[in-house]
């Protein structure tokens, strides 16, 4: 079992920045790919950044650029930098943490992007 926690969440206005973390517990070593998804309303969970099983970074089109995924193995954590923040980032930002086996999901944070 893996335990991924959110914090960060929070309301900025257009053009501003906040910073999403990921507290991984549990089974830490059997993971091999953490990152962060996201539901706007009304829209499908889309994949916003994460880190694959080789250490590369993958970002959705949407946020490249603007967006920063990093990582502290010493505390199982992984942070979403988001720069130049737009109302269309609004959503509930979700982090996930995949073992061989299963995915597991934090409980979400909200993001609200005011104009």
């Known amino acids: 079992q893996v335990q991924p926690v959110e914090s960060g969440g929070g309301l900025v206005q257009a053009g501003g920045s906040l910073r999403l973390s990921c507290a991984a517990s549990?089974?830490?070593?059997?993971?091999?790919?953490m990152g962060w998804y996201r539901r706007a309303p009304g829209k499908q969970r889309e994949l916003v950044a994460r880190f694959t099983s080789d250490g590369s970074t993958n970002y959705a089109d949407s946020v490249k650029g603007r967006f920063t995924i990093s990582r502290d193995n010493a505390k199982n954590t992984v942070y979403l930098q988001m720069n130049s923040l737009k109302p269309e980032d609004t959503a509930v930002y979700y982090c996930?943490?995949?073992?061989?086996?299963?995915?597991?999901w934090g409980q979400g944070t909200q993001v609200t992007v005011s104009s």
């Open positions: 549990g089974s830490i070593r059997s993971i091999n790919v």
């Open positions: 996930i943490a995949d073992t061989a086996a299963t995915r597991y």
